[in-house]
């Protein structure tokens, strides 16, 4: 498989015609209401507070509030950002034994054969994989301070728009190919390297994350085509590399 952002991105377009099977509906019927519900009352919320999230950066008493007009769409694209990052969060915090359950599922679908995952039932994996989910958090937490302090830095935080969209790419690979890893017991580090053998294909694969969660009415579909999308890309790139364990 090549390994570029397009490769990435032709995985979550497969996860998503995937889901839209019969056969899979029952599992993604709770990560679609949690979508639902989460991204509404964040949408809701960012939309409240951008102004004060302007002010507050560019205060119109100060010598550079004429950046306020030319600056304003790069911090609408990063607020819409912070929101797909608030939402991935608590989403998947909720939703993580169901999509470990469609992982598993999907992965059944491709491989054809009942290989031995990780997995037993959904209230056996809660545990698991709330573990798993606060894990990640703290790994990203300390990575996501520095780059929110570059956000109130003068003239630094032009390109922290940028900055935000490359981490938040590989933030979503990681979260959403944890799943189908973690049902073939690969712990977060291994995770963590695999993806780093294609690196490019896991930023498109993020970064077309990404941008379906921008997409009316598509971004409730987003998580179950993400978990499937991660499903595809273990099964048919990530798996085969074993020279990373």
Not at 130 to 159: D, H, M, T, W
């Amino acid at each position: 498989m090549p390994n570029n952002p397009l490769t990435g991105a032709h995985y979550l377009i497969r996860g998503l015609n995937l889901i839209m099977r019969p056969d899979l509906r029952r599992f993604i019927l709770i990560p679609l209401l949690v979508n639902t519900v989460i991204f509404s009352l964040l949408a809701w919320f960012g939309i409240n507070q951008f102004q004060e999230l302007i002010n507050w950066l560019l205060p119109e008493e100060s010598w550079f509030s004429f950046l306020r007009w030319l600056l304003w769409p790069l911090f609408a694209f990063t607020m819409m950002l912070v929101t797909v990052y608030s939402f991935t969060v608590l989403a998947n915090l909720i939703a993580a034994p169901f999509n470990s359950q469609l992982a598993e599922q999907v992965e059944l679908i491709l491989s054809g054969s009942s290989a031995e995952l990780a997995t037993g039932n959904i209230m056996k994996n809660i545990i698991p994989t709330l573990k798993s989910e606060l894990g990640k958090l703290g790994y990203f937490l300390i990575r996501v301070i520095p780059l929110l302090i570059l956000f109130a830095i003068p003239g630094v935080n032009i390109v922290a728009p940028i900055l935000w969209l490359l981490f938040n790419a590989w933030f979503l690979a990681l979260e959403y190919a944890d799943y189908p890893m973690a049902n073939n017991n690969l712990n977060f580090k291994a995770q963590h390297a695999r993806l780093k053998t294609s690196r490019l294909t896991s930023l498109g694969f993020g970064g077309g994350t990404t941008l379906l969660m921008m997409i009316p009415i598509l971004n409730v579909l987003t998580m179950p085509a993400a978990v499937a999308g991660a499903t595809i890309y273990w099964h048919e790139q990530l798996q085969k590399d074993n020279s990373v364990i």
